[in-house]
């Protein structure tokens, strides 16, 4: 789909984009031309020549242009008045007062006493991603927290046991699959989540066109469901039963076929100890399916040649999450369809791939639980603590307290379970600093904001995103508008990061970033290339900051040059020469390649879940309440929270609405368009009524990241439509013990109508 921005107006030459805005990292072609207030975007519309994303685009990728423009957007550094208003000051001043306060907190309370919090934004962000570690690294605090682990830490725990790798994520092989079973995921509005898959209805047509079949499970009808061939109804949290159902009925039909990998599983006995107790008939009422429904899915899943069955936010977003996520992929490898043409595959990014580097098919795997946060014990995994435990670190007095907080583009005080308790922490804060484009309910509370250049103003490669996408690919795009320059100019992420990084390592705010930069790529060199570092560093494009490290990734990728042993191999410079990026063909089978594990071998049975499935049995064994369930949505236009400030993606209809079966709504004595009242212990809050027979009946539906009302932002236009914080009804100490992550589904809750009560939710 191309959308245009503005009326067409030819300006120059056109500039190519890939879009940040979402995992589906869409090719973009924009036009721009200089107007009486300088350079100005004209229209936005897709890349055709794309090899990636082959000309779609979605509204998102449009909104490019409101953001860049958007006058809530900030421009330069901004210090909290004592009373709370926020005023402009140079780059200067604010690492300045950094160097003032920020060391003498540390040397106070500690390296913990600095805890570091960092969203889902900054994987679009090359500089954001490629310096944050060395942050975090010279801070040395125990207290790091991250959106991961609200939305996707499962599955890449499970990987992480299963593979040896935190990103060895598998993705369906969608242009070759003949089924494809979609467990709490919707697509056709996501794009792919953990699969970066642009214009996945465009693919999902071209497959039933060819006589493929996709299945969706889920407790709502959603767009992806209603373009699919079933859909089936599930219970909210009823994920893990279906799966153990499914898994029981390939173990008891023997239906078992895992093909070459056979001879690369560990585990396969403990697995089929396990699915003994587990037959759909006790599972069914649970998962909130018919037995018969159950077994067929498994049987469908084990006949079809090329199949995938493909689960995400919905099947990590609950108390089983992370054994949701270690099933979905044992079942794909039982029925001989991960590493498969059609399957679930390992796409092979061509830099920054852990799975492509050193010695394949062996390695050190995965290391969880090194330490446990201070309050809960909850795990720490990938080095990370769950964002749910943030308030109580600030809250709770003694050694390892958090003082003072950095947070890199996330707003936790709505997209985490109880937002309100994590309002009164930040307000407690001896000093915060938020690196973001805006004021929002989170960064009101930070005594300095810094904000990152519009995206138009920088350039980008996928980093993380190459790794999980559709089809291998390089793409490299370069900054659309000029930034300005002078002590108020934007400054590159990359350079806010590494001036606090030398900040933490006391060599204060006007170190020389070149030369540290400089110390950190040669030292990387020496670890990889040994004696030959010396000569190879001059070599090494880009200039400054991350460009140099990726033209080192890519030079040592799969696909690189190895610095001219391999002349047709990939460089920055070459891939910079390709103006709409590199097809590096179709996924390929990489197992046992890409395999880091100790054992060099598939482990099906990781002890840890073997372990937790104790309390699955318990589960099963205990009656189900006849309770309202909550879970939430994604809007194509609302993807994250800031998103609600752009005007494109903001107008048209309410979207922040709680969906009702019309049967729930009759019990509750509820009319379309009124006021209703969700509530459970946590608290209370209002929303617009919404009949849909779309939904499960006793389940209803909220989208996530809204909440716009709270005092001391800045977001104009999201302020008009503030929506609903279906976060306030969320409990912070209920997670998946083995991963971390919130439960954000399946959430118990009362309906009743909100006639005579204040409008504003609390």
């Known amino acids: 789909m191309a959308i245009d921005a503005t009326p067409r107006l030819e300006g120059g030459a056109p500039h190519y984009r890939i879009c940040p805005l979402c995992e589906a990292s869409c090719g ?44 809530d957007r900030l421009r330069q550094p901004m210090r909290r008045q004592p009373d709370g208003r926020f005023t402009p000051i140079s780059w200067a001043e604010a690492f300045e007062e950094i160097d003032r306060r920020l060391p003498p907190l540390r040397r106070a309370f500690g390296a913990d006493a600095v805890g570091l919090s960092i969203g889902n934004p900054a994987s679009h962000k090359i500089g954001l991603f490629s310096y944050f570690p ?10 790091m927290f991250s959106a991961s682990t609200l939305d996707q830490m499962p599955k890449q725990l499970s990987c992480g046991w299963m593979y040896g790798h935190w990103m060895s994520v598998p993705v369906p092989d969608l242009p070759r699959s003949d089924l494809l079973i979609i467990l709490g995921a919707n697509p056709a509005v996501s794009n792919g989540s953990l699969w970066t898959v642009p214009d996945f209805r465009g693919k999902a047509k071209a497959m039933r066109a060819r006589g493929g079949r996709i299945i969706v499970i889920d407790p709502r009808r959603t767009e992806t469901a209603q373009a699919a061939d079933e859909h089936h109804a599930i219970r909210p949290g009823g994920d893990v039963f279906l799966l153990l159902g499914m898994l029981h009925t390939l173990f008891a039909e023997d239906r078992v076929r895992p093909g070459r990998l056979a ?25 909130g399916l018919p037995a018969t429904t159950i077994r067929q899915l498994a049987r469908d899943l084990a006949a079809a040649p090329r199949a995938a069955l493909y689960g995400r936010v919905g099947t990590c977003t609950q108390r089983f999450g992370t054994i949701n996520s270690w099933l979905i992929d044992v079942l794909n490898i039982l029925t001989g369809h991960l590493d498969s043409p059609g399957g679930l595959m390992f796409p092979k990014a061509a830099a920054f791939a852990a799975n492509t580097l050193g010695r394949g098919g062996q390695g050190k795997g995965v290391t969880v639980g090194r330490r446990h946060s201070r309050v809960s014990r909850a795990p720490e995994i990938m080095g990370e603590l769950p964002m749910s435990c943030l308030a109580e670190e600030i809250e709770t007095p003694g050694d390892g ?22 309002t009164r922490a930040l307000e407690g804060l001896d000093f915060m600093i938020s690196l973001d484009p805006y004021i929002n309910e989170t960064t009101r509370h930070a005594h300095l904001i810094l904000p990152p250049p519009s995206p138009l103003e920088d350039w980008h490669y996928d980093q993380v995103f190459a790794q999980l996408s559709w089809r291998n690919h390089a793409r490299w795009s370069g900054p659309v508008m000029p930034i300005g320059e002078g002590p108020e100019a934007p400054q590159a992420e990359w350079q806010t990061l590494l001036r606090l990084t030398a900040i933490v390592n006391g060599l204060g705010p006007r170190a020389d970033l070149q030369a540290l930069d400089d110390l950190a790529l040669q030292a990387e060199l020496q670890r ?32 690189g040059d190895g610095f001219g042993a391999r002349p047709e191999g990939l460089t920055l410079a070459k891939v910079r020469a390709a103006p709409q990026g590199i097809d590096l063909g179709e996924l390929t089978s990489r197992v046992p390649e890409i395999l880091r594990t100790p054992s060099g071998r598939i482990e099906l049975a990781p002890p840890a879940l073997l372990e937790d499935m104790q309390a699955v049995t318990a ?12 879970i939430g949505r994604r809007d194509t236009r609302s993807n994250n929270s800031w998103m609600h400030n752009l005007p494109v993606l903001a107008k048209g209809k309410e979207r922040c609405t709680l969906l009702i079966h019309p049967e729930d709504a009759a019990r509750a004595s509820l009319e379309a368009g009124q006021m209703a009242r969700l509530s459970n212990a946590r608290g209370s809050v209002l929303a617009q009524v919404e009949f849909s027979d779309a939904m499960r009946p006793g389940v209803v539906s909220l989208p996530h990241g809204w909440g716009h009302d709270l005092a ?9 439509q503030p929506g609903v914080n ?3 009804l969320l409990d912070e100490d209920d997670r998946d013990p083995v991963s971390g992550t919130s439960v954000l589904t399946g959430v118990p809750v009362r309906l009743s109508g909100a006639e005579n009560v204040p409008t504003a939710n609390h």
């Open 28 to 71: 973009l072609e924009i036009r721009t031309d200089t107007g009486p207030q300088g350079p100005r975007v004209v229209s936005i519309r897709g890349a055709e020549q794309d090899p990636f994303s082959q000309g779609y685009l979605c509204p998102k990728g449009v909104a490019l242009k409101d953001l860049h423009e958007d006058p």
């Open 134 to 143: 060395g942050l975090a690294r010279a801070l040395g605090s125990r207290n």
């Open 263 to 287: 001879d690369h599983i560990n585990g396969l006995d403990e697995l089929r100890a396990l699915a003994t107790g587990f037959a759909p008939e006790r599972c069914a009422t649970h998962a």
């Open 401 to 422: 307290q958090i003082h003072a907080l950095i947070t890199v583009a996330c707003n936790p005080v709505l997209s985490a379970p109880n937002g309100a308790r994590l």
């Open 528 to 559: 990889s290339a040994g004696d030959r570092a010396e000569q190879l560093f001059p070599m090494i494009d880009g200039g400054a900051g991350p460009a140099r490290w990726l033209d080192l990734a890519l030079r040592s990728g799969p696909y």
């Open 619 to 630: 589960a099963l064994h205990r009656p189900l309440d006849n309770e309202l369930l909550l």
């Open 712 to 720: 001391g932002t800045r977001l104009q236009v999201a302020a008009l």
């Open 726 to 728: 279906m976060n306030l």
